[in-house]
């Protein structure tokens, strides 16, 4: 401290100083200090962050028809049991055992790999021994587990759509006008003309306000509606297959 005053007063005043002389003849080198120089008591910000995955973050309760049916097919010994029960019924037995379930409407005559996850979670929830177990797994696992098993089996959660289009989710009618260029460019048009939408673009709208204004406009949910009877059920499922709106990205194809 002494050294450092007399080398400010000869700075000030003029005066030739020793200690200046060795200050200018021998300067400090300043170098950056390492993390291994500072205080023990300074907090140190990790290099490294965990990232808590989008999905599979929430109770299975909580958890979206999607996440759901991409978990148990990501069980094969579970999904399998239950693969079989589906296969082996008959579609009025499907829809005797879902009655009071939305998708009970539907002819659910289809096998199995073509079952929407609505109609898998559904037809699992009928089966109480099966759904425990997946739910036992399920809270067993963190969400970054949870996300790893499904990625270690991935699948295509939505190969084909064999309902009518009323019986559609908001989420597969927003996809099955996303594949549709002229009815995607019609309805963003009358969206952004709308006195109801000043302040949300048609991109930032949700699946279920989507389908909501489509009712709205009857003429063109009526072409909709056409166009959706007039496709296969495989070609419903693929046309919808590359909105980015799914909660579980579809897993490619295997050749």
Not at 37 to 55: D, G, H, L
Request: positive net charge; aromatic residues 8%; glycine residues 2%.
């Amino acid at each position: 401290i002494m050294k450092i005053k007399y080398v400010l007063m000869a700075v000030c005043f003029g005066v030739s100083s020793p200690l200046l002389a060795e200050q200018e003849e021998n300067p400090v080198e300043v170098t950056e200090s390492t993390p291994s120089e500072t205080s023990s008591t300074a907090p140190v910000e990790p290099s490294i962050r965990e990232e808590i995955p989008e999905n599979f973050a929430t109770s299975w309760k909580d958890a979206s028809m999607e996440e759901r049916a991409a978990f148990l097919e990501a069980n094969p010994e579970l999904r399998t049991k239950l693969q079989e029960k589906w296969d082996k019924s008959a579609a009025a037995q499907r829809k005797q055992s879902l009655k009071g379930y939305a998708v009970a409407a539907r002819a659910l005559k289809h096998k199995w790999q073509e079952a929407t996850p609505e109609e898998r979670i559904a037809f699992l929830d009928v089966h109480p021994d099966i759904r425990r177990r997946i739910r036992e797994t399920w809270d067993l696992l963190t969400p970054e587990q949870r996300a790893q098993l499904v990625q270690k089996y991935p699948s295509i959660v939505r190969r084909a759509l064999h309902h009518a289009w009323a019986s559609a989710t908001p989420e597969e009618k927003a996809a099955f006008l996303e594949g549709h260029t002229s009815f995607r460019e019609k309805i963003k048009e009358i969206w952004e003309m709308a006195s109801l939408s000043p302040h949300k673009t048609w991109a930032e709208t949700t699946p279920q306000e989507r389908a909501s204004f489509l009712e709205k406009q009857s003429q063109l949910q009526d072409k909709v509606r056409e166009r959706w009877e007039k496709a296969t059920p495989p070609q419903r499922a693929q046309l919808g297959r590359s909105w980015m709106g799914w909660k579980i990205k579809p897993a490619p194809k295997k050749k």
